[in-house]
């Protein structure tokens, strides 16, 4: 099982600590600041896990994750926001057969560890959530 | 005709002046009869003893009858005196003037009596009944009783036969009666016909009169054997007198007469004429020569009495005529008043008729004796007869009244009657031939005689319009009257133009907690003192906005703050009008005025709500602006926190730094969670979220020292909600409870799965507290807007809201209360719901 992890985030600052500590975790860890590139590193990379804010320039998270859903389909996505107000985009994707999960901002790093740990251990869980 | 004695002189005087009259008569009649009676000797032919004619006998017949009756006696001696003394002076012996002057008398007097008898006084012989009875009773008759009594005086004497004697004695009387008495009768009228007669009338007499003499001349003029015309002339003697008699009255015959009769026997005296034959039979000439003279005079005396009767039957017909003529004028004249009366009759009675149509009145005439009434003016009409009422009597009429007032009518009429009224009114119904009912008016008059009533008179209109206009305003006053009962918007009426006296309909009255009818006017005595305000500024009654309508006549509309001598509050809208008089005076006016107190609370809760959501919009972005840096802290500090270099006491302030960011986290999600934003129903775990509103409700919780009991059943699915909307009931509950319970209270929150029921899986969640509970009045009135008791802190929302939610959610709230004891409240809500888009609208707005 690769532990291959991408975190995409517009503030590099979050993206870069979070890179920390999943590398702290043992995983190998890479940030990118854009949709864009994140799906770049994607088809190139085949990443186990994209960690990904929801709210972001040029293409939102929820939209990047269907992306990833549609041409990567074993991997997992975590999406984390800040805002509050996201149902909305939770309902269009509902609505196109895709649930996922958010994880509101701040996220305790034990928490979210305890998260990814979980969603590679269990293939199944996923497709649960 | 004759001359009457001047009615104005006294009967005793009358008597005197007749008396000395009476006397110059009788002297006058003895001095004529002597004077006639010696005259007449001359025409005694010899050897005659009697005269042919006798003028005396005329005299005193007209002497006797033109006494007064009384006078006749003495008249009759002065005539005998006389005659005697005549006799006497010419030589007669005593004896036999005596004798002669008693014959003489016998006829005049026997005459007169009989003529006075049948004719009365005063004769006149113009009239051919007069002249008629003359000759019948006075020269016939009478005479002939005279002539006997002389006859018998003749023959006793010897002198001559007693039947010569008589005829001759007859014939001689009967001319002087028949000639000298109407000559005397009419001898006014020769002075008149002296006195007026025109010339023509001279001349046509002189002509007359020389024809007369003339022919005399020429029948006696002749000896006796001067031919054959002696013979005819006297004949042509009678158209000459007819001819005077037809022109000159019986005056003219009798004047002719006289001249006649004078040349007749002067010439036969002379041996001339036709009378003066030979003597051997000297009787019969001498009768011949009486009944000559006697039938000439008849003649002309009847032919002028005929034609002064034709004269005055002319005179009497042209005097009818007259009459007659004026009787047709006055007739006429009559005739063409009454027209005119007619006329002015028929003007004032089409006049009348007219009025009575254009009132559409009649009248009646009720005769109570016979029961009958006679009608007048449109009576059938009102009555509606489509022709001629089939009967006069007044039970036909009452026949024709509306079965519900047939009985009333009559039955007030005798009571009146009863009472001695003599005027009533009264107002019936009476049922037309075509069916229609018609109101009719009466007002009458009963008259009474001897105190018994008589006649009725009246009359009657129809008031079918009025009463319907009558019956349409009593109408519209009574959907008036409803309507301000009904009506759900307080209306007051201004019922003069000061507003001291205002009333109310009832919602008027529920709204001021006035009675009935009580005077509201805060201008007049009012009972209560009620305080306006206008944007927080009270007002005085003047400028309210009834008072201010009335004294400006305008309409005014507005909101208005009342405060209520119980201290109630409310915010009334309206509008007020000012009433006006027929003149356009203001006399009043009428506010209508809507109670808009809770639709103020709501607008300002609105507004409450609304300040609420942009707070929680600002939050949002806020937390969101947080959220981003407060998780890359967190990161750092844990990164930091790896470092195994660190001091312990480094390690302890990371920790908390930790801590605190845990709790700052902690607080933006919260703050977070109560902004919906445009929220769409999501799994929510129900026990985390009632963990997380208690949380936020620790601080207050723990000030009260409020113990909390959770009882979260096991398995308790999660249900599609909206989080925020949930979070808001629950606070809700545990908020009341708060506020309900005392220090150191109860507060129990169970969550539990419910039985699955018609395929649905609910979720309850169960609110109990020991707090004050809430009256069953109140419990009923909970999930009201606005209704809330506690006055100063509540907006009276919360359960609203929550029974909003709840229902939206398709769930269901269940309430259990006692006073003292505590409130159980019991959420079930399905756990997949299926909230629709519109209700997620309201729902938004609501909140």
């Given at each position: 099982m690769s532990k291959r992890i991408l975190v995409v985030d517009d503030e590099p600052a979050l993206a870069d600590t979070l890179v920390k500590i999943m590398r702290y975790a043992g995983y190998e860890p890479t940030a990118v600041y854009d949709a864009r590139e994140a799906l770049n590193f994607i088809s190139t990379h085949q990443p186990a896990l994209v960690i990904c804010d929801v709210v972001m320039p040029i293409m939102n998270g929820i939209e990047l994750a269907i992306r990833i859903r549609s041409s990567n389909p074993n991997c997992r996505v975590l999406l984390l926001s800040g805002h509050a107000a996201t149902h909305d985009l939770l309902a269009s994707a509902r609505q196109q057969g895709y649930t996922f999960e958010i994880l509101a901002k701040p996220v305790p790093p034990r928490e979210l560890l305890a998260r990814i740990s979980s969603m590679l251990d269990n293939n199944c869980a996923a497709a649960a959530v | 005709m004759y001359s009457t004695p001047a009615p104005e002189l006294a009967p005793e005087r009358t008597r005197t002046l007749n008396a000395s009259r009476t006397s110059v008569r009788i002297a006058v009649l003895a001095f004529s009869f002597l004077a006639t009676s010696l005259g007449a000797r001359f025409f005694v032919i010899p050897p005659e003893i009697l005269a042919p004619v006798w003028p005396a006998a005329g005299v005193l017949l007209f002497g006797l009858l033109s006494v007064p009756a009384w006078a006749i006696l003495p008249a009759c001696v002065a005539v005998f005196v006389a005659s005697v003394g005549g006799n006497w002076f010419s030589g007669v012996p005593l004896f036999p003037s005596i004798a002669f002057s008693v014959a003489n008398c016998v006829g005049g007097v026997v005459g007169s009596l009989a003529l006075r008898k049948m004719l009365g006084a005063h004769i006149r012989f113009d009239e051919l009944r007069n002249v008629v009875m003359l000759m019948v009773v006075g020269a016939g008759l009478a005479n002939s009783v005279g002539a006997l009594a002389g006859a018998t005086v003749v023959a006793g004497f010897g002198y001559a036969s007693f039947g010569d004697a008589w005829v001759i004695w007859f014939l001689s009387n009967a001319w002087g009666i028949l000639t000298v008495a109407p000559l005397a009768a009419e001898w006014g009228e020769i002075k008149r016909f002296v006195r007026k007669a025109l010339p023509g009338v001279w001349a046509e007499s002189l002509v007359v009169a020389v024809c007369l003499i003339a022919t005399v001349l020429l029948a006696f003029s002749s000896y006796k054997n001067a031919g054959s015309?002696?013979?005819?002339?006297?004949?042509?003697?009678?158209?000459?007198?007819?001819?005077?008699?037809?022109?000159?009255?019986?005056?003219?015959?009798?004047?002719?007469?006289?001249?006649?009769?004078?040349?007749?026997?002067?010439?036969?005296?002379?041996?001339?004429?036709?009378?003066?034959?030979?003597?051997?039979?000297?009787?019969?000439?001498?009768?011949?020569?009486?009944?000559?003279?006697?039938?000439?005079?008849?003649?002309?005396?009847?032919?002028?009495?005929?034609?002064?009767?034709?004269?005055?039957?002319?005179?009497?017909?042209?005097?009818?005529?007259?009459?007659?003529?004026?009787?047709?004028?006055?007739?006429?004249?009559?005739?063409?008043?009454?027209?005119?009366?007619?006329?002015?009759?028929?003007?004032?009675?089409?006049?009348?008729?007219?009025?009575?149509?254009?009132?559409?009145?009649?009248?009646?005439?009720?005769?109570?004796?016979?029961?009958?009434?006679?009608?007048?003016?449109?009576?059938?009409?009102?009555?509606?007869?489509?022709?001629?009422?089939?009967?006069?009597?007044?039970?036909?009429?009452?026949?024709?009244?509306?079965?519900?007032?047939?009985?009333?009518?009559?039955?007030?009429?005798?009571?009146?009657?009863?009472?001695?009224?003599?005027?009533?009114?009264?107002?019936?119904?009476?049922?037309?031939?075509?069916?229609?009912?018609?109101?009719?008016?009466?007002?009458?008059?009963?008259?009474?005689?001897?105190?018994?009533?008589?006649?009725?008179?009246?009359?009657?209109?129809?008031?079918?319009?009025?009463?319907?206009?009558e019956e349409q305003l009593r109408q519209r006053a009574e959907e008036v009257e409803k309507l301000m009962d009904v009506a759900p918007v307080a209306i007051w009426v201004a019922h003069d133009p000061q507003c001291k006296d205002i009333t109310g309909n009832r919602m008027a009255n529920q709204f001021y907690e006035a009675r009935s009818g009580e005077n509201v006017s805060a201008s007049g005595p009012a009972l209560q003192h009620r305080r306006f305000f206008r944007e927080g500024v009270e007002l005085t009654p003047e400028e309210l906005p009834m008072q201010y309508s009335v004294t400006h006549g305008v309409d005014v509309q507005g909101e208005l703050d009342v405060v209520m001598p119980s201290g109630k509050r409310i915010t009334i809208w309206g509008r007020s009008s000012p009433l006006r008089d027929a003149s356009g005076q203001v006399r009043g006016c009428i506010g209508?005025?809507?109670?808009?107190?809770?639709?103020?609370?709501?607008?300002?809760?609105?507004?409450?709500?609304?300040?609420?959501?942009?707070?929680?919009?600002?939050?949002?972005?806020?937390?969101?602006?947080?959220?981003?840096?407060?998780?890359?802290?967190?990161?750092?500090?844990?990164?930091?926190?790896?470092?195994?270099?660190?001091?312990?006491?480094?390690?302890?302030?990371?920790?908390?730094?930790?801590?605190?960011?845990?709790?700052?986290?902690?607080?933006?999600?919260?703050?977070?969670?109560?902004?919906?934003?445009?929220?769409?129903?999501?799994?929510?775990?129900?026990?985390?979220?009632?963990?997380?509103?208690?949380?936020?409700?620790?601080?207050?919780?723990?000030?009260?020292?409020?113990?909390?009991?959770?009882?979260?059943?096991?398995?308790?699915?999660?249900?599609?909600?909206?989080?925020?909307?949930?979070?808001?009931?629950?606070?809700?509950?545990?908020?009341?409870?708060?506020?309900?319970?005392?220090?150191?209270?109860?507060?129990?929150?169970?969550?539990?799965?419910?039985?699955?029921?018609?395929?649905?899986?609910?979720?309850?969640?169960?609110?109990?507290?020991?707090?004050?509970?809430?009256?069953?009045?109140?419990?009923?009135?909970?999930?009201?807007?606005?209704?809330?008791?506690?006055?100063?802190?509540?907006?009276?929302?919360?359960?609203?809201?929550?029974?909003?939610?709840?229902?939206?959610?398709?769930?269901?709230?269940?309430?259990?209360?006692?006073?003292?004891?505590?409130?159980?409240?019991?959420?079930?809500?399905?756990?997949?719901?299926?909230?629709?888009?519109?209700?997620?609208?309201?729902?938004?707005?609501?909140?």
């Open positions: - | 015309i002696r013979f005819v002339a006297p004949f042509i003697l009678f158209p000459l007198l007819v001819w005077v008699a037809l022109r000159f009255g019986t005056v003219g015959a009798t004047l002719a007469s006289v001249v006649l009769t004078g040349l007749v026997l002067l010439g036969t005296a002379h041996g001339l004429g036709r009378f003066a034959l030979g003597y051997e039979t000297l009787h019969i000439r001498f009768i011949e020569l009486q009944v000559f003279m006697t039938t000439a005079t008849i003649c002309s005396l009847v032919a002028a009495a005929m034609m002064a009767d034709r004269q005055r039957a002319m005179e009497s017909l042209a005097e009818s005529e007259r009459q007659l003529r004026e009787a047709l004028h006055q007739r006429d004249a009559a005739i063409r008043a009454e027209r005119e009366a007619n006329a002015g009759l028929r003007d004032s009675e089409e006049r009348l008729r007219l009025s009575f149509e254009a009132a559409r009145m009649g009248a009646w005439d009720w005769d109570l004796e016979s029961n009958t009434v006679a009608w007048f003016g449109q009576q059938e009409v009102l009555f509606g007869f489509k022709g001629a009422r089939p009967d006069a009597s007044a039970d036909a009429i009452f026949a024709r009244i509306h079965p519900e007032d047939r009985e009333r009518v009559p039955n007030e009429i005798r009571a009146w009657i009863a009472e001695g009224r003599t005027e009533y009114v009264q107002e019936f119904r009476v049922v037309w031939d075509d069916g229609s009912l018609h109101w009719l008016f009466a007002k009458a008059r009963i008259f009474y005689e001897n105190g018994e009533p008589r006649r009725c008179l009246g009359i009657n209109f129809d008031l079918t319009d009025r009463k319907r206009l209508t005025f809507v109670d808009v107190t809770d639709r103020k609370r709501t607008e300002q809760a609105l507004l409450q709500t609304e300040k609420l959501a942009t707070v929680g919009r600002m939050a949002a972005t806020i937390a969101h602006e947080i959220n981003n840096p407060l998780e890359t802290i967190t990161n750092a500090v844990f990164l930091a926190a790896l470092d195994p270099a660190l001091s312990a006491d480094t390690r302890q302030t990371l920790d908390l730094a930790s801590t605190e960011l845990e709790r700052v986290a902690h607080i933006t999600r919260q703050a977070l969670g109560f902004y919906r934003g445009n929220a769409a129903p999501a799994p929510v775990d129900t026990p985390e979220l009632v963990n997380g509103v208690l949380d936020l409700f620790a601080p207050k919780l723990r000030s009260k020292n409020i113990a909390v009991e959770k009882l979260y059943g096991d398995r308790v699915p999660a249900i599609e909600a909206i989080a925020g909307e949930i979070r808001q009931i629950v606070s809700n509950f545990i908020s009341n409870s708060i506020d309900a319970v005392d220090h150191g209270g109860k507060i129990a929150v169970r969550i539990t799965p419910a039985p699955c029921t018609n395929g649905t899986r609910r979720v309850h969640l169960t609110f109990a507290d020991n707090g004050s509970g809430i009256a069953p009045e109140h419990l009923k009135r909970i999930f009201e807007p606005f209704f809330t008791t506690k006055d100063t802190i509540g907006t009276g929302l919360g359960l609203w809201v929550v029974n909003e939610i709840v229902t939206r959610h398709g769930g269901r709230i269940r309430a259990r209360s006692r006073v003292g004891k505590g409130t159980v409240f019991t959420v079930s809500l399905p756990v997949s719901s299926d909230i629709s888009a519109e209700l997620l609208e309201v729902g938004s707005r609501s909140m």
